[in-house]
C-alpha cells in the first residue's frame, strides 16, 4: 500500500539571528505493508535529510523534527490525479498558507 507522509524539519541558523524559526513540511510518498512500516520508513528518509550550508546568515542547518502525519493513500495505482495528501484547515492556517513567504527579512 502507499503512503503519503508529512515530513517536519527545522532550521536552525548559527550565529542565531532574532526571527522567527524556519520550518519545512516535505510529503512524500512511501510504499509499505502497514502504517508502522510507512513511520519507519519516513522516519529514515527523515533523518537522511538532515543537512547544512552556508549562507549570507550564517550556517543554516535543516534538522528532522518528526513524521507529522501518515496518510494512507486509497487507490489501486499511483498516478497522476491520485490525491496523495490531504487535511483539513483552520481559516488562520489558510491565511497562513496564503501569505506569501519572503526570506529577506
Do not use: C
Not at 496518510?71 to 481559516?91: H, K, N
Amino acid at each position: 500500500m502507499w503512503y503519503g507522509v508529512s515530513l517536519l524539519y527545522r532550521s536552525m541558523i548559527s550565529p542565531t539571528q532574532p526571527r522567527d524559526v524556519l520550518w519545512e513540511e516535505s510529503i512524500v510518498l512511501v510504499e509499505a505493508g502497514s502504517e508502522q512500516d510507512a513511520r519507519h520508513q519516513a522516519e529514515r528518509l527523515g533523518l537522511l535529510g538532515n543537512h547544512g550550508y552556508g549562507s549570507e546568515s550564517g550556517h543554516v542547518e535543516w534538522k528532522f523534527e518528526r513524521v507529522e502525519r501518515i496518510y494512507p493513500i486509497d487507490a489501486a495505482e499511483v498516478g497522476s490525479g491520485t490525491e496523495v495528501f490531504s487535511r483539513f484547515l483552520r481559516d488562520s492556517e489558510v491565511k497562513s498558507l496564503l501569505t506569501p513567504f519572503d526570506d529577506r527579512d
